[in-house]
């Protein structure tokens, strides 16, 4: 036996192809009925197959049965904004006039340290209970927000990629900055958090709206001197925003390009929204190998439009999902899958038909991918971090009746998407900690194996002079 070794026995769909790809047999999903999982003390998925056969091969580690729920991968959100959490459900107005009324005025809270804090412990509350291991979350215009949140992150070992938000115009002064600062302050908060545990950090302009060339130039510097550093913001989201930015920018082609001019696109580039692109943006983010994070339930509430999954994927874009709290409507990955798979049937001919296979994958390892996390987590293959969710929902409700009584694999997965949410997230793991049971959730020791060994992460830890 090797010591510290698991046995998880349990029902499993994972998605280890992408079921975008051409020719790729539907259902586009791995299905197994009795699934055996090795996983090491370390937290490392060591072999996989019946369980019959892997407990044979195993036969000192400890079993944990998960029959009586439905093993899923941890869920992969890639636009999440930390600061917006009490905004949620702010209905009835488009993005502009939502950020003044709702956005702004409580992101400037956080400048306060105790309400940072606080609003830390409720973002990290709502991702766990939404069953989201990872993200890429948008963060605070205030630094020692950011600490609060990397903190709170790496109690229970969250995987975050996130940074300090900078903007020097056409928002409230005290969200406001200079270069020089944004710089300084973004290489003072990756020096402490960039590739510790699970943390990595992310260069964040709020959008080119709010960032002037200069800003840009020092989100550039900061890439250029953080080693393994994302990039993110948002594009193409509204269309007044979108002719505003091309008032403000003459001499770009357009809004991808206010991006592209500084070299801050490439692999560890993601973009939120991008519901209204040119042609030849697609294709420089295909060229890039930038991801965008679709965000359904936020373009609905804020009606910035119907996004062309048909075009990204025919461009070769990559595109995952991401909650856009708090204008979208909630944490759960399920929701935003339903609302991606409503989007492309409101689109008719020019949508991009869905299967459950479609949306499980937009959920997790697409995320994975677009985090630079594809060969760590995203799917239960052999060698990957567990990071895992167990789905349980309660007795007589719609998603318990509808899975007991599904016709297939496939049906039953796309119950999930359409019925479940956060009561039904009844276990969480990351890297094989168990941080969620029941509702209850569960610190992680920085003494536990599992802590003491982190997975390698795009880009080795460190500040380049």
């Keep these: 036996m090797i010591p510290g070794e698991v046995l998880y026995r349990a029902r499993a769909y994972d998605t280890p192809d992408n079921p975008f790809t051409d020719g790729l047999a539907r259902p586009g999903f791995r299905y197994d009925d009795d699934l055996g999982l090795v996983v090491s003390a370390q937290g490392v998925i060591t072999a996989r197959g019946p369980f019959a056969a892997m407990a044979a091969a195993s036969p000192q580690a400890t079993v944990i049965d998960l029959r009586a729920g439905i093993l899923l991968p941890g869920l992969v959100d890639t636009h999440v904004h930390f600061p917006q959490v009490r905004v949620i459900g702010a209905l009835g107005m488009p993005l502009l006039e939502w950020l003044d009324r709702c956005a702004l005025p409580e992101e400037q809270h956080l400048a306060s340290p105790d309400y940072a804090a606080t609003i830390a412990g409720e973002f990290v509350a709502g991702l766990i209970a939404a069953g989201t291991t990872t993200s890429l979350v948008f963060g605070s215009h205030f630094a020692p927000a950011m600490d609060a949140l990397f903190a709170r992150a790496a109690h229970f070992g969250l995987r975050v990629t996130s940074g300090?938000?900078?903007?020097d115009r056409m928002l409230p002064e005290p969200l406001l900055t200079t270069p020089e600062?944004?710089?300084?302050?973004?290489?003072?908060?990756?020096?402490?958090?960039?590739?510790?545990?699970?943390?990595?950090?992310?260069?964040?302009?709020?959008?080119?709206?709010?960032?002037?060339?200069?800003?840009?130039?020092?989100?550039?510097?900061?890439?250029?001197?953080?080693?393994?550093?994302?990039?993110?913001?948002?594009?193409?989201?509204?269309?007044?925003?979108?002719?505003?930015?091309?008032?403000?920018?003459?001499?770009?082609?357009?809004?991808?390009d206010t991006y592209d001019h500084h070299g801050l696109l490439g692999p560890r580039s993601v973009l939120a929204h991008n519901v209204h692109p040119l042609d030849a943006e697609l294709a420089a983010l295909a060229d890039r190998s930038t991801s965008v994070a679709h965000c359904p339930s936020s373009n609905s509430a804020l009606g910035s439009g119907l996004f062309s999954l048909r075009r990204h994927v025919a461009s070769g874009v990559p595109v995952a999902l991401g909650s856009d709290v708090g204008a979208g409507t909630g944490f759960s990955l399920f929701k935003e899958g339903l609302q991606a798979y409503f989007v492309q049937r409101l689109l008719g001919d020019q949508g991009l038909p869905l299967a459950p296979g479609h949306l499980l994958h937009l959920s997790t390892s697409a995320g994975a991918a677009a985090l630079g996390l594809g060969e760590v987590i995203g799917d239960f293959s052999e060698g990957k971090q567990f990071d895992a969710i167990c789905l349980r929902p309660p007795a007589g409700t719609s998603l318990d009746i509808g899975l007991?009584?599904?016709?297939?694999?496939?049906?039953?997965?796309?119950?999930?998407?359409?019925?479940?949410?956060?009561?039904?997230?009844?276990?969480?793991?990351?890297?094989?900690?168990?941080?969620?049971?029941?509702?209850?959730?569960?610190?992680?020791?920085?003494?536990?194996?599992?802590?003491?060994?982190?997975?390698?992460?795009?880009?080795?830890?460190?500040?380049?002079?």
């Design 164 to 167: 300090l938000v900078v903007s």
């Design 181 to 256: 600062r944004a710089y300084a302050e973004s290489l003072a908060l990756a020096a402490r958090w960039h590739g510790v545990g699970h943390a990595r950090y992310a260069v964040t302009p709020r959008f080119s709206l709010s960032a002037s060339d200069p800003i840009l130039a020092a989100c550039a510097s900061v890439m250029s001197e953080v080693e393994g550093a994302f990039f993110t913001s948002h594009v193409n989201e509204n269309l007044i925003e979108v002719a505003t930015v091309r008032g403000q920018f003459p001499e770009r082609s357009g809004y991808v």
């Design 404 to 465: 007991r009584h599904a016709g297939s694999p496939e049906e039953a997965l796309g119950k999930v998407f359409a019925l479940a949410g956060d009561a039904d997230v009844a276990d969480v793991w990351i890297a094989g900690e168990q941080i969620a049971s029941g509702g209850l959730l569960r610190p992680v020791s920085p003494l536990t194996p599992a802590r003491r060994h982190m997975p390698a992460v795009s880009g080795s830890r460190g500040i380049r002079r």
